[in-house]
Every structure is written in structure tokens, then in C-alpha cells.
């Protein structure tokens, strides 16, 4: 399927996938709007790149991840731990072929963990506690089942690639690395930074680190890459719109869904540097109130660079230690 095939479906999905923020804003909690979107935003890649079945099973795991997260907001020590644990498991069903999907879950949970949001009920009290822990859960439930849900239909047709498995051991020296790596990344961020973007650190991590070396270097230059070009192209549109007087504000989320369906679309068809170029504008533009749009810009570069360098370093240093004991096992 190529990719003006994909157009149509992709097009119809990402504009149904805000419905239950639009809803929440309406009729129930308009903090927790962008929660909504937190689940359904993975949600919508794992439909492309898995299936709809197995995105429902990526959006429960979200919820109860978010829900301990959330239950525990400010300690650094149990978010680092729960982060280090999902990245390990996801890194360790590299064994059959499973990281990617997987890999989805720690994502939309680190965000939970290092930037945990406000959320206010309609009379203005902050939510705390376990009331707050349900509410996190069940938006990103809600959130990532519809995505899917939706999924079913319009992209039951998409062809998908499959990973290959890779050795017992080569499974579980990825797993340790994704481990160490997510849960110190973690760790810092929520500790010293809390509130701040670090979960893209921890995002960048999980989609470069690779249980093939070859695999791993090639994503590496690709994220790198395409997240460069992506914020060079947000940053030229901010400063294009704000010479000719259009305010971003009113287009903001238009542009955004927009380069979203070209980041869909190319996603699994395109190489990978393709997806992360439209990927990377298109959540600088939803996540932006306007004035802070090139602040965002600028942090998702210097992010991913960090998260990159991380990848890289634990990823050799795990290896290495691997063959070392190894040689010393060996007669």
C-alpha cells in the first residue's frame, strides 16, 4: 500500500482521534483534554505500524501504567523504577519480536511520571490522590481504545512489517540497557527536572536503542536527521506566519493534524527519517500555546540529541560488558 493509498484512511483516523478530548473539554474535564491526546497520539501509531488489536492492548497497558504513575506523581525513585521495569520487559520481548509495540507503553508513561499534568474539576479544585490516578487512567484508556477502535475499520488494509526475533541473549542485553538507560534518564528528569520536556529523553531512548547494532546507528542517524529537519520546518512556518501577520494560535492545531497525517501516512511505507521530519513539527504545533512554539522547537532538538547519545552509550557499554564476560566464560 503506498502511500496516497494510505491518505484517505489516515486522514479519517487522526480526524476522529480527537472526538473524546473534544467531549472531555464539553461535557466533562477540559484539564483533561491533553491527557486524551496522550493516549490516543501512540495509540494511532501503533494501529499503523501493529493493528488495532494489538493498539487496544497497548492502550490498557498505557492506562495501568498511568495509573500507578499518576498515583505516585513526584517520587522520582518509584517513577524511575516503573519506567525502567516496562523498557525492560518491552526491550526483552525483542526475543519474539514484540519491542516495538511494547516500546509504546513506557512512552505515554514517562510523560505521566517526569510532567505530571494539572487536572481541576469544573469548580477549580485540583484533582489529587486516587480521584486523580482514575482520571489519568481512564482518559488514556479512553483515549487510545477509540484510536483503535476506529483502527479497526479504516486501517484493517494497511500492510505492516513484522520484527524478526532475536536471540535469548542479545534479547536480555538489550532489555538491561533499555532498563539502566530509561531509569536513570527518568530519574534525573523527575527528580531535578520535574514539569519540564524530558520525557522526550526518555521517548528518543526507546525508539533508537535497538537489539541489532546495525539497526540501532541507522535509526540513530534518522531520528537525528529527520528531527532537525522537522524543527527547522516548525521553525520557518512560526517565523513565515508571524512575518505575515497570521496568527498561530488559529492555526495551530489545523497545521498540526496536518503534518500528523503526512507523518502517519509515510510511517512503515517511507524511510524513517520521513515519519520523524513531519512527526516532529506536527507535535510541536499540538503542543504549543502559541508564544512557546520555538521554545518547544528548540527543546525537542537538544532532547533528542540527549536521548540519542544516551541510546548510543549504554547500548555499546551493555554490549561490551556482554562479550567481556563472555570471553572469560569461554575455555
Do not use: C
Not at 103 to 114: D, T
Amino acid at each position: 500500500m503506498t502511500v496516497l493509498h494510505r491518505l484517505p484512511s489516515v486522514t479519517a483516523l487522526v480526524g476522529l482521534l480527537a472526538i473524546p478530548a473534544i467531549l472531555a473539554q464539553q461535557i466533562w474535564l477540559p484539564s483533561s483534554a491533553g491527557v486524551f491526546m496522550l493516549g490516543a497520539l501512540p495509540s494511532a501509531i501503533a494501529v499503523v505500524v501493529v493493528g488495532a488489536k494489538r493498539a487496544i492492548q497497548i492502550a490498557v497497558a498505557a492506562a495501568l501504567g498511568g495509573a500507578v504513575a499518576a498515583a505516585f506523581a513526584g517520587n522520582a525513585w518509584v517513577g524511575a523504577i516503573l519506567i525502567a521495569a516496562m523498557a525492560g520487559y518491552g526491550g526483552y520481548s525483542a526475543r519474539y519480536g514484540n519491542e516495538s509495540p511494547v516500546l509504546l507503553v513506557p512512552v505515554v508513561v514517562s510523560f505521566i511520571v517526569i510532567a505530571p499534568p494539572d487536572l481541576v474539576d469544573r469548580s477549580g479544585t485540583t484533582l489529587t490522590g486516587l480521584h486523580y490516578a482514575f482520571v489519568i487512567s481512564a482518559a488514556l484508556l479512553i483515549g487510545g481504545t477509540w484510536v483503535a477502535i476506529v483502527g479497526l475499520y479504516l486501517a484493517r488494509n494497511m500492510e505492516r512489517a513484522v520484527d524478526e526475533p532475536v536471540e535469548e541473549s542479545v534479547a536480555l542485553g538489550y532489555g538491561i540497557a533499555l532498563a539502566a538507560s530509561t531509569g536513570l534518564a527518568t530519574f534525573v528528569a523527575a527528580r531535578y527536572f520535574p514539569g519540564s520536556t524530558g520525557a522526550w529523553v526518555i521517548l528518543t531512548i526507546l525508539l533508537v536503542m535497538k537489539p541489532r547494532s546495525t539497526d540501532m546507528w541507522r535509526t540513530a542517524r534518522h531520528r537525528v536527521g529527520g528531527t532537525l529537519l522537522g524543527a527547522v520546518m516548525a521553525g520557518g512556518l512560526v517565523l513565515g506566519m508571524s512575518v505575515a501577520g497570521i496568527p498561530l494560535e488559529s492555526w495551530a492545531l489545523i497545521l498540526g493534524a496536518v503534518f500528523l497525517i503526512i507523518a502517519l501516512s509515510v510511517l512503515r511505507v517511507q524511510p524513517y527519517w520521513q515519519f520523524v521530519t513531519f512527526l516532529t513539527p506536527a507535535i510541536i504545533l499540538l503542543k504549543s500555546s502559541g508564544d512557546d512554539t520555538l521554545r518547544l522547537d528548540g527543546q525537542r532538538v537538544v532532547m533528542t540529541l540527549i536521548g540519542t547519545l544516551m541510546a548510543l552509550g549504554f547500548a555499546v557499554l551493555v554490549r561490551e560488558i556482554n562479550h567481556r564476560v563472555m570471553a572469560v566464560r569461554s575455555p
